[in-house]
């Protein structure tokens, strides 16, 4: 059993800056990538930014400069700095890993979801 338990969303003012954790936990063999989705009231899940076991990152272009994708290896645990909020990026936030347990099956897991609020 693999779990990812989120946390760090909250509500916050526009301009203003929240981080976002994740956390990976089980039996875990490898990761190969781990990142954010989003999903706003009322429409489909959207890719935020993902990072590879590697460090390599892919953002979406509506958060390009804002956001910050990073990953710690040793802890399992991926993070989601957010800066210059807008009321756009108002949304549940996904924490997503793809990757195989110790058993050699496919991981595509998903976190509970944080809410981010955005006020304007």
């Known amino acids: 059993q693999v779990q990812l338990v989120e946390s760090g969303g909250g509500l916050v003012q526009a301009g203003g800056s929240l981080r976002l954790s994740c956390a990976a936990s089980?039996?875990?063999?490898?990761?190969?990538?781990m990142g954010w989705y989003r999903q706003a009231p009322g429409k489909q899940r959207d890719l935020v930014a993902t990072?590879?076991?590697?460090?390599?990152?892919n953002y979406a272009d509506s958060v390009k400069g804002r956001f910050t994708i990073s990953r710690d290896n040793a802890k399992n645990t991926v993070y989601l700095q957010m800066n210059s909020l807008k009321p756009e990026d108002t949304a549940d936030y996904y924490c997503?890993?793809?990757?195989?347990?110790?058993?050699?099956?496919?991981?595509?897991?998903w976190g509970q979801g944080s809410q981010v609020t955005v006020s304007s």
């Open positions: 997503n890993l793809n990757g195989y347990s110790i058993l050699g099956v496919y991981l595509q897991v």
């Open positions: 089980g039996s875990i063999f490898t990761i190969n990538a």
């Open positions: 990072i590879t076991s590697s460090g390599s990152t």
